[in-house]
């Protein structure tokens, strides 16, 4: 069975601009969710996604979207980087009906954005 | 709020040694999950606890959850090298579809 996948695994962008995530989670996971891992901040919540449906969201500011598509892939956007959006994004599946809910996360290998 | 406190956050240890990571939480939940991230790479599920009392080991590592002291451990017993991994527990929020995850603890073990 395939793990989670994430692409690309890495990307340098400069500040101001756009970039998108993708996440494509182990086959029958509709559960989805997003994370920030940064070495000052540690790990953070996003947002989570079930069946196409945003249902929670942490702490982040508008610039940090997402989406999930019929497929249960997922994807995430951050507009107008700055420096700090420097991180590891990591994505996770469940088979659960949601993070958490006594299943297991499976996580993706992360994506390691750079902001210059 | 839910908050979780893991300790210690950083841990040097001799291989052999027996050692334990507490990992405590602020309100009442009974799941409680452990994952293991190794440098410069993702998470690993390593227990997943779902009631008072549950105890799950796996090789020289141990878990367990209290819900009514809102604590669980991770006991690692005869500690070797390849442990060398930052522990991480994360609380199931019931209702709010998001685990909220303890910092993290850094174990290093020196042979």
Known sequence: ?????????YLIKTRGQQVTLSCSPISGHRSVSWYQQTPGQGLQFLFEYFSETQRNKGNF???FSGRQF??????????????GDSALYLCASS???????GYEQYFGPGTRLTVT | ELKVEQNPLFLSMQEGKNYTIYCNYSTTSDRLYWYRQDPGKSLESLFVLLSNGAVKQEGRLMASLDTKA????????????????TYFC???????????WGAGTKLIIKP
């Open chain 1, 61 to 63: 500011p508008g610039r």
């Open chain 1, 70 to 83: 019929s497929n249960s892939r997922s994807e995430m956007n951050v507009s107008t980087l700055e420096l």
């Open chain 2, 90 to 100: 994360a609380v199931d929020m019931d209702s709010n579809y998001q685990l909220i």
């Open chain 2, 70 to 85: 809102r604590l669980s451990t991770l006991h690692i017993t005869a500690a070797v090298h390849d442990l060398s991994a």
């Open chain 1, 95 to 101: 088979l659960g009906l949601g993070a958490g809910q």
């Open chain 1, 1 to 9: 069975k395939a793990g989670v996948t994430q692409t690309p695994r």
